[in-house]
């Protein structure tokens, strides 16, 4: 009965240290959007664009933006990517979904006086 019970309790735990959390900020004064440059997203390399907008809708230059794409499960390692410049508020990367699956990408992005704001986006990647 105690195997068992501590069977169950690191169980849990283990449970629990993979389990990734979501962002924590949210910026009302700064959107994201995430754009994925294919019509259907398939494991392989595409194009990422990210927007970043102020609260009126004016796009915002001087960013820096960070991605990290993880799959939902864990043991997998993360495609993390870092755009320095953008322009007219578009920030490009190239992007390597490395596997079929579930898949959430958070983007951070800090302003030029420091700002910060996270978005999540999920996807599912299918195979080619």
């Known amino acids: 009965m105690l195997l068992r019970l501590f069977m169950l309790m690191l169980i849990g735990l283990m449970a629990a240290g993979c389990r990734q959390d979501a ?14 440059n294919s019509e259907r997203i398939v494991v392989g390399e595409t194009l990422l664009f990210v927007q970043v907008y102020d609260a009126e809708d004016n796009l915002i230059d001087g960013a820096k933006v960070n991605i ?21 508020g578009q920030y490009e990367t190239s992007f ?33």
Not at 24 to 34: C, F, G, K, S, V
Not at 106 to 126: A, C, I, M, N, S
Request: aromatic share 8%.
């Open 23 to 36: 962002p924590a900020t949210d910026n009302p004064n700064i959107q994201i959007e995430l754009i994925v």
């Open 68 to 88: 990290r794409g993880d799959m939902s499960h864990a043991g997998m390692t993360p495609v993390i990517r870092d755009i320095e410049t953008g322009r007219d």
């Open 96 to 128: 390597e979904w490395t596997m079929a699956g579930d898949w959430f990408i958070d983007v951070t992005v800090t302003l030029p006086d420091g700002t910060q704001d996270k978005e999540r986006f999920e996807y599912v990647v299918g195979v080619p």
